[in-house]
């Protein structure tokens, strides 16, 4: 009988989260139980034993698939590699350090599925954050001044959980730190899209790998690029064939 084609494709960038990885991917295999799905981690080359949990993990769990990178490149490449070897339509992406809840994840999934192609689409917005006051006020900030400048009305772009159609992302331009500005990029793509309320859990396990002082100063470039884009931006709204 030849293997089912999933329907439902949930990539989780990894960088050193021995610790979060495998009750990860349980989770999520019991969020989705029933459902046409796999997952799909990409190790992003770790240096602990990420990569050694997630392949043995594999004989437990036959939907896990673990993309490997020779060399650490970032979370965006790692969620662009896991969406250019995904195999389902729809494409769910959770951080890696088990702060997303995949409980959250069918109802966005749902949510997608339900507003058809036009919605491109659907981020969670963290409600009752579990980080740090500093890194609150500074994600507030960067937020707010990213939301009027790119009229992009995200008000949690960092949110890891985020649903949207596979084909839809493979036609956005790809840089690194894009993950952060995928509502903006649907926009200009000529997309909708919407946003849901998620659960937030504290990291147990691992420590985090952003701080504040980098992320403010690779964001002033990266802003200025995605403004550019949508500045340079031509779009036709329908095509027909005659």
């Not at 790809?174 to 937030?200: C, K, Q, S, T």
Request: positive net charge; hydrophobic residues 40%.
């Amino acid at each position: 009988m030849p293997e089912r084609i999933p329907d439902i494709s949930i990539v989780v960038p990894v960088y050193n989260e021995e610790g979060a990885a495998a009750d990860l991917a349980r989770e999520i295999a019991g969020a989705f139980a029933g459902r046409a799905f796999e997952m799909v981690f990409v190790d992003d080359a770790s240096r602990d034993q990420t990569r050694s949990v997630l392949t043995a993990l594999k004989a437990e769990l036959p939907e896990l698939r673990v993309l490997l990178h020779q060399k650490n490149s970032g979370q965006s490449r790692a969620v662009r590699t896991g969406v250019l070897g995904a195999r389902g339509a729809i494409v769910v992406t959770l951080d890696g350090d088990g702060q997303n809840d995949p409980a959250d994840a069918p109802r966005l999934v749902d949510r997608l599925d339900a507003g058809g192609a036009r919605l491109g689409l659907v981020g969670g917005r963290r409600l009752k954050r579990q980080d740090s006051a500093a890194k609150r006020f500074a994600s507030r900030f960067g937020n707010g001044v990213r939301k009027a400048l790119l009229k992009d009305r995200a008000e949690d772009t960092g949110c890891g959980l985020k649903v949207f159609w596979r084909e839809s992302f493979l036609r956005l331009p790809y840089f690194d730190h894009m993950h952060r500005y995928l509502p903006a990029l649907m926009l200009r793509e000529g997309f909708e899209i919407a946003f849901e309320d998620v659960n937030h859990r504290p990291r147990t396990t691992g420590a985090s790998k952003y701080n504040n002082l980098g992320r403010a100063w690779v964001s002033i470039s990266d802003l200025s690029g995605v403004m550019w884009l949508r500045a340079r931006s031509r779009n036709p709204q329908t095509v027909t064939e005659a």
